[in-house]
T-cell receptor, first 114, second 112 residues
Framework: GAGVSQSPSNKVTEKGKDVELRCDPI?????LYWYRQSLGQGLEFLIY????????KSGLPSDRFSAERTGGSVSTLTIQRTQQEDSAVYLC????????????FGPGTRLTVL | GQQVMQIPQYQHVQEGEDFTTYCNSS?????IQWYKQRPGGHPVFLIQ?????EVKKQKRLTFQFGEAKKNSSLHITATQTTDVGTYFC????????????FGKGTKLSVKP
């Protein structure tokens, strides 16, 4: 079956521009997570959606970052007024529920801010 | 906030040597998961440990969950070049809900 997909796979943008990153979770998965991974570093939690509950936004680093999940499926992570320090790989993961369930990761979007 | 500490950050071994990475939490975990990320890839689930003192094996990999459910380890026997990658532990503090808190990972390199 299809795994988690993310688009684009690579995004190069200029400082100050807005970007949108998309995540298509595995069908039937109610939980969706966004993480950021800087080069050679660990996974930085950004935001977590679970069903119809209010998302856990506690990991978003600034108000330039926002995310939506429409219809309980596809999610979009938006970064406004991008900065060079936003350059990283943005990973999306989905699961059947909360933290007791396996997270399935997408291939990531590599964002480069010039 | 809650943190999962993982050590070492890097480990370089000769092929055939053993390797261990450790995760520690200051508070009790509901469960812990382990993931492997190959160079250039994304994290892939390896295993979940739930019970106090649990030990699980996958071929050359042995996973342990401490009696107090505050620490865990992954041990690889006789490493191979295919073991190269970064190993992450991820702790759950909140039962069936909530987030996994990922450790910073241990990057393993294996010299043939």
């Amino acid at each position: 079956g299809a795994g988690v997909s993310q688009s684009p796979s690579n995004k190069v943008t200029e400082k100050g521009k807005d970007v949108e990153l998309r995540c298509d979770p595995i069908s039937g998965h109610t939980a969706l997570y966004w993480y950021r991974q800087s080069l050679g570093q660990g996974l930085e939690f950004l935001i977590y959606f679970q069903g119809n509950s209010a998302p856990d936004k506690s990991g978003l680093p600034s108000d330039r970052f926002s995310a939506e999940r429409t219809g309980g499926s596809v999610s979009t992570l938006t970064i406004q007024r991008t900065q060079q320090e936003d350059s990283a790989v943005y990973l999306c993961a989905s699961s059947f529920g909360g933290a007791s369930y396996t997270q399935y990761f997408g291939p990531g979007t590599r964002l480069t801010v010039l | 906030g809650q943190q999962v500490m993982q050590i070492p950050q890097y480990q370089h071994v000769q092929e055939g040597e053993d390797f261990t990475t450790y995760c520690n939490s200051s508070t009790t975990l509901s469960n812990i998961q382990w993931y492997k990320q190959r160079p250039g890839g994304h994290p892939v689930f390896l295993i979940q440990l739930v019970k106090s003192g649990e030990v699980k094996k996958q071929k050359r990999l042995t996973f342990q969950f401490g009696e107090a459910k505050k620490n865990s380890s992954l041990h690889i026997t006789a490493t191979q070049t295919t073991d190269v990658g970064t190993y992450f532990c991820a702790g759950n503090y909140g039962g069936s809900q909530g987030n996994l808190i990922f450790g910073k990972g241990t990057k393993l390199s294996v010299k043939p």
